[in-house]
T-cell receptor, first 113, second 115 residues
Framework: SQQGEEDPQALSIQEGENATMNCSYK?????LQWYRQNSGRGLVHLIL?????REKHSGRLRVTLDTSKKSSSLLITASRAADTASYFC?????????????FGQGTILTVHP | GAGVSQSPRYKVAKRGQDVALRCDPI?????LFWYQQALGQGPEFLTY????????KSGLPSDRFFAERPEGSVSTLKIQRTQQEDSAVYLC?????????????FGEGSRLTVL
């Protein structure tokens, strides 16, 4: 079963615009991670935010975490055509001790040149 | 190798056939995960190994699914008597150690189509 729900399911923007994707989850977590998947490829890790953190930045990526609302958002600034991919949030729940991740359904991002 | 390697990349099987999917994790990575990804969905956990020990197989959908990692490196996911609902991409991932808060390194996946 999938822990996270992401919205929107699909997002279409122009190059240069910002893209925001949201993720909600159900149980307590140790950390939340975001992954990107290009069509037909494996997943690539983007960023990890721990349960005691509220915001994290990595290059053009900004992730926020609100544990009281059990939600996270991923912001990609100044998007590029190469950012076109599916984006997944994944949670490591508080009940596991070995890094098992539960993934959401994903958001399909299309960036038009 | 530099990354997680999976083979075959594509497998077509007739219903009822057995298949074996191989995963070669990053050298030295202790943890190894198998995930199943249906079309248009996120990956779903199948099983977890810490070195050669299979510590969690709670996600395996039926007893037709079997995974092993006998020497703590290469892993094989075997599906017996394949069914159409087994059609999916099977992703392998590894991480450096078994502690929390580690990123997973994924392979490209093995796409299984059962006719």
């Amino acid at each position: 079963s999938q822990q996270g729900e992401e919205d929107p399911q699909a997002l279409s923007i122009q190059e240069g615009e910002n893209a925001t994707m949201n993720c909600s989850y159900k149980t307590s977590i140790n950390n939340l991670q975001w992954y990107r998947q290009n069509s037909g490829r494996g997943l690539v890790h983007l960023i990890l935010i721990r349960s005691n953190e509220r915001e994290k930045h990595s290059g053009r990526l900004r992730v926020t975490l609100d544990t009281s609302k059990k939600s996270s958002s991923l912001l990609i600034t100044a998007s590029r055509a190469a950012d076109t991919a599916s984006y997944f949030c994944a949670t490591e729940s508080g009940g596991t001790s070995y890094g098992k991740l539960t993934f959401g359904q994903g958001t399909i991002l299309t960036v038009h040149p | 190798g530099a990354g997680v390697s999976q083979s075959p990349r594509y497998k077509v099987a007739k219903r009822g056939q057995d298949v074996a999917l191989r995963c070669d994790p990053i050298s030295g990575h202790v943890s190894l995960f198998w995930y199943q990804q249906a079309l248009g969905q996120g990956p779903e956990f199948l099983t977890y190994f810490q070195n050669e020990a299979q510590l969690d197989k709670s996600g395996l959908p039926s007893d037709r699914f079997f995974a092993e990692r006998p020497e703590g490196s290469v892993s094989t996911l075997k599906i017996q008597r394949t069914q159409q609902e087994d059609s999916a991409v099977y992703l392998c991932a590894s991480s450096r150690d078994s502690r929390q808060a580690g990123e997973l390194f994924f392979g490209e996946g093995s796409r299984l189509t059962v006719l």
